[in-house]
């Protein structure tokens, strides 16, 4: 029967078998990485050419010739490390005295030392971070990607050839050893770039030297990973955060611009595929570098992103949020970004996505929660064109934001953001039209009649203005929705007029205050103050009562009824339709005279109001 050593006995020929096996295995394995350009496996070629110069004992240049030696069956052999000299101080580590020593040789304490040294020394002679060493770091940056473009023109087809032969051969390890080493140079001095982060005063000599082009045209290389880490050092050059003066930064973002950063960054976000995590951190990176303003006014990517925040996902992930959240910032930015999306079935995407929130609600401080609120900024924004508020109805929005008011909980008040900008402007008629005809005056006047939150019930306010003012005279709808304010004895007229006495007495504060300090202000300072009384105003509340008294004028003027019992109110506290007056006569005030369109349309009413409360 066989020994035990004799189990773990290998010939030369059984050894050699195992290793080509081995071989084989690890090129099949590795074969992907490779064809996908990654550089990485070159560890793994090194690895694989010194194994098999060294055999099972650790011995090099030997014959390969596993062996175990038979161990002496001597009981005295000592184990474990060795005792301290004799008269040695013990070392004071372990208070109970278990165990003896530091636990390192002198020889490796004498290496730790020299790293100390090193280390003390590198810190004293720290690197001065000036014009003259961006200079040097350009130059340096210029000549590995010049090397890497020449063997990779040389041999760029080397590891795919090496990967596909049956025997290693040494010039394929020399010319791919040469060939992934520039790669892994070039990725090192990309990442070494992030220090000019923390120096934006060297924006403008890195982008004169040429280095921003040079740096953006990576965004193309055929290494992905190359490609998405110059992406990283460019959203970090341009993150909100730095430091930089409006000069500096226009330096650096024209000259990214001017080297057609945007079309290279869509480039990416088609290729990259987000099941891998490196590509998925790459789309994240491309998604930050939207964070500049100067940025944002590009409308290339919004087919991209309205692909995006519809990928249907288990759980909401921060790229899906991110795309939403930039999507809006674009909306938000210029005219021609909103009519590109809606150009793009935009309304009725971002319906379709709201709809599943109109009874419950995504979990709170999660992804899913800031993912809906984008969704929420984005359709607001789109309406504010419009052509949205025709797709809007088109798409049933009012029928959404309707049962969003009757069932819904985190979407109500935002139901009602999404009405109120539907139905403002001078085209927003059809949509106070189709309100009225899907019974929305019910939900709207049950809302009204109890205590809602600020902004809700400055909605709500803009909402029931907006109707007064486009709803046909004369036409059912005008008619049922002044029926709403008289009926059960004018209760909404009521609740109107107290609301009213609410903003009244809040501006009426922050007036007295300001009266106050424009006393000890000349005329000059109280220019320079003017943006920042008005701001105090409007925080008191000063635009909604402007809101309560438009609606207010417009119901004296329809009805009489509603003329004498809003007097009736107004005279509980010893006051008539002159305080309602004054503030339609402060807004005209207050508007430009030169005003076209619509806001000439809202004077020429304001006007013909103030005229009906004389």
């Given at each position: 029967?066989?020994?035990?050593?004799?189990?773990?006995?290998?010939?030369?020929?059984?050894?050699?078998?195992?290793?080509?096996?081995?071989?084989?295995?690890?090129?099949?394995?590795?074969?992907?990485?490779?064809?996908h350009?990654?550089?990485?496996?070159?560890?793994?070629?090194?690895?694989?050419?010194?194994?098999?110069?060294i055999?099972?004992?650790?011995?090099?240049?030997?014959?390969?010739?596993?062996?175990?030696?038979?161990?002496?069956?001597?009981?005295?052999?000592?184990?474990?490390?060795?005792?301290?000299?004799?008269?040695?101080?013990?070392?004071?580590?372990?208070?109970?005295?278990?165990?003896?020593?530091?636990?390192?040789?002198?020889?490796?304490?004498?290496?730790?030392?020299?790293?100390?040294?090193?280390?003390?020394?590198?810190?004293?002679?720290?690197?001065?971070?000036?014009?003259?060493?961006?200079?040097?770091?350009?130059?340096?940056?210029?000549?590995?990607?010049?090397?890497?473009?020449?063997?990779?023109?040389?041999?760029?087809?080397?590891?795919?050839?090496?990967?596909?032969?049956?025997?290693?051969?040494?010039?394929?390890?020399?010319?791919?050893?040469?060939?992934?080493?520039?790669?892994?140079?070039?990725?090192?001095?990309?990442?070494?770039?992030?220090?000019?982060?923390?120096?934006?005063?060297?924006?403008?000599?890195?982008?004169?030297?040429?280095?921003?082009?040079?740096?953006?045209?990576?965004?193309?290389?055929?290494?992905?990973?190359?490609?998405?880490?110059?992406?990283?050092?460019?959203?970090?050059?341009?993150?909100?955060?730095?430091?930089?003066?409006?000069?500096?930064w226009?330096?650096?973002?024209?000259?990214?611009?001017?080297?057609?950063?945007?079309?290279?960054?869509?480039?990416?976000?088609?290729?990259?595929?987000?099941?891998?995590?490196?590509?998925?951190?790459?789309?994240?990176?491309?998604?930050?570098?939207?964070?500049?303003?100067?940025?944002?006014?590009?409308?290339?990517?919004?087919?991209?992103?309205?692909?995006?925040?519809?990928?249907?996902?288990?759980?909401?992930?921060?790229?899906?949020?991110?795309?939403?959240?930039?999507?809006?910032?674009?909306?938000?930015?210029?005219?021609?970004?909103?009519?590109?999306?809606?150009?793009?079935?935009?309304?009725?995407?971002?319906?379709?996505?709201?709809?599943?929130?109109?009874?419950?609600?995504?979990?709170?401080?999660?992804?899913?929660?800031?993912?809906?609120?984008?969704?929420?900024?984005?359709?607001?924004?789109?309406?504010?064109?419009?052509?949205?508020?025709?797709?809007?109805?088109?798409?049933?929005?009012?029928?959404?934001?309707?049962?969003?008011?009757?069932?819904?909980?985190?979407?109500?008040?935002r139901?009602?953001?999404?009405?109120?900008?539907?139905?403002?402007?001078?085209?927003?008629?059809?949509?106070?039209?189709?309100?009225?005809?899907?019974?929305?005056?019910?939900?709207?006047?049950?809302?009204?009649?109890?205590?809602?939150?600020?902004?809700s019930?400055e909605?709500?306010?803009?909402?029931?203005?907006?109707m007064?003012?486009?709803?046909?005279?004369?036409?059912?709808?005008?008619?049922?929705?002044?029926?709403?304010f008289?009926?059960?004895?004018?209760?909404?007229?009521?609740?109107?007029?107290?609301?009213?006495?609410?903003?009244?007495?809040?501006?009426?504060?922050?007036?007295?205050?300001?009266?106050a300090?424009q006393?000890?202000?000349?005329?000059?300072?109280?220019?320079?103050?003017?943006?920042?009384?008005?701001?105090?105003?409007?925080?008191?509340?000063?635009?909604?009562?402007?809101?309560?008294?438009?609606?207010?004028?417009?119901?004296?003027?329809?009805?009489?009824?509603?003329?004498?019992k809003?007097?009736?109110?107004?005279?509980?506290?010893d006051?008539?339709?002159?305080?309602?007056?004054?503030?339609?006569?402060?807004?005209?005030?207050s508007?430009?005279?030169?005003?076209?369109?619509?806001?000439?349309?809202?004077?020429?009413?304001?006007?013909?109001?103030?005229?009906?409360?004389?």
């Amino acid at each position: 029967m066989a020994s035990i050593d004799d189990l773990f006995k290998l010939s030369e020929t059984q050894y050699t078998n195992q290793q080509a096996k081995i071989r084989d295995i690890q090129r099949s394995k590795y074969a992907d990485k490779v064809n996908h350009g990654s550089y990485l496996w070159l560890m793994w070629i090194d690895a694989v050419y010194k194994a098999t110069k060294i055999n099972t004992n650790g011995d090099v240049k030997t014959n390969g010739n596993a062996t175990v030696e038979e161990a002496d069956d001597d009981e005295d052999v000592e184990a474990g490390p060795s005792l301290p000299p004799d008269g040695a101080e013990e070392s004071n580590d372990d208070e109970e005295g278990r165990f003896f020593g530091g636990g390192i040789t002198n020889n490796t304490a004498d290496v730790m030392d020299f790293i100390d040294e090193r280390d003390k020394g590198d810190d004293a002679k720290a690197e001065k971070i000036d014009a003259a060493w961006v200079r040097k770091l350009a130059l340096n940056f210029e000549r590995k990607i010049t090397k890497n473009s020449e063997l990779r023109a040389k041999f760029g087809d080397e590891p795919r050839k090496y990967v596909s032969e049956a025997t290693f051969r040494l010039c394929d390890l020399t010319n791919c050893y040469r060939f992934m080493g520039s790669e892994a140079d070039l990725d090192a001095d990309v990442k070494a770039l992030s220090i000019l982060s923390e120096h934006p005063g060297l924006y403008g000599e890195f982008a004169r030297l040429g280095c921003v082009a040079s740096l953006v045209s990576l965004l193309s290389h055929e290494n992905t990973d190359i490609a998405i880490d110059a992406i990283e050092i460019i959203s970090e050059l341009t993150d909100e955060n730095v430091e930089a003066e409006q000069e500096q930064w226009d330096s650096l973002v024209d000259a990214m611009l001017d080297a057609d950063l945007l079309s290279l960054l869509y480039d990416n976000l088609a290729r990259l595929d987000e099941e891998n995590e490196s590509d998925r951190a790459g789309v994240y990176h491309v998604l930050s570098i939207h964070a500049p303003p100067i940025v944002c006014t590009n409308t290339s990517f919004i087919p991209w992103f309205l692909q995006r925040i519809q990928k249907k996902e288990t759980t909401i992930s921060q790229n899906k949020q991110y795309s939403a959240e930039i999507l809006a910032i674009l909306l938000q930015s210029s005219s021609a970004s909103r009519l590109r999306c809606i150009n793009l079935n935009g309304v009725d995407i971002f319906l379709q996505l709201l709809s599943p929130y109109r009874k419950r609600d995504p979990t709170k401080g999660t992804e899913e929660e800031e993912y809906v609120e984008n969704l929420f900024d984005t359709s607001v924004c789109c309406l504010d064109e419009n052509d949205g508020k025709t797709k809007f109805l088109e798409a049933e929005g009012i029928e959404l934001c309707l049962i969003m008011l009757k069932e819904g909980k985190m979407s109500k008040p935002r139901a009602l953001r999404l009405l109120d900008h539907a139905l403002g402007g001078q085209d927003g008629v059809a949509c106070c039209t189709k309100l009225v005809e899907t019974a929305g005056l019910k939900p709207l006047f049950s809302m009204s009649m109890k205590s809602q939150d600020k902004q809700s019930t400055e909605h709500l306010l803009g909402i029931l203005c907006s109707m007064l003012r486009s709803l046909p005279a004369d036409s059912a709808e005008r008619i049922r929705l002044l029926a709403k304010f008289v009926e059960k004895d004018y209760e909404k007229i009521v609740r109107t007029v107290k609301l009213r006495r609410e903003y009244a007495a809040k501006v009426a504060a922050v007036d007295k205050e300001i009266q106050a300090e424009q006393v000890k202000l000349s005329a000059a300072e109280q220019e320079n103050r003017v943006d920042e009384w008005l701001s105090r105003r409007l925080d008191a509340g000063l635009y909604s009562l402007q809101t309560v008294d438009v609606i207010l004028a417009w119901l004296v003027a329809e009805d009489e009824g509603a003329r004498e019992k809003v007097r009736e109110l107004l005279g509980e506290r010893d006051e008539g339709l002159e305080v309602v007056r004054a503030t339609l006569e402060d807004q005209l005030k207050s508007m430009d005279t030169t005003a076209e369109g619509s806001d000439a349309d809202f004077q020429d009413m304001l006007a013909t109001l103030v005229e009906h409360l004389r």
